[in-house]
């Protein structure tokens, strides 16, 4: 999980290994600097495998979201990681 400044989209990939638990929850969303939620991209049950989502710089309504530094948080029931990336106009 890393980024690097993008336009107008992205994509954001992760594994989940074989120790995750078979049909799991997992969440990916998107949070502004203030720590807002912008856009849940997952919140599904997923089995281990390898996964991509797109982020098109929308927020939960589909309106474009402005230049800035956003956060995007991946949570399993085990693990959390959050990464930065800067969406440039």
């Not at 856009?39 to 797109?54: E, H, I, R």
Request: charged share 20%.
């Amino acid at each position: 999980l890393g980024k690097i400044p993008f336009n107008p989209s992205t994509n954001i990939n992760f594994d989940l290994p074989a120790s995750h638990d078979m049909n799991g929850s997992v969440q990916l969303t998107v949070y502004d600097i203030s720590g807002r939620k912008i856009k849940a991209l997952c919140d599904d049950l997923m089995s281990p495998g390898s996964y991509q989502f797109n982020w098109d710089g929308t927020n939960l309504y589909g309106e474009a979201v402005s230049s800035g530094v956003y956060f995007y948080t991946l949570k399993t029931s085990d693990f959390i990681k959050s990464m930065k990336m800067t969406l440039l106009k």
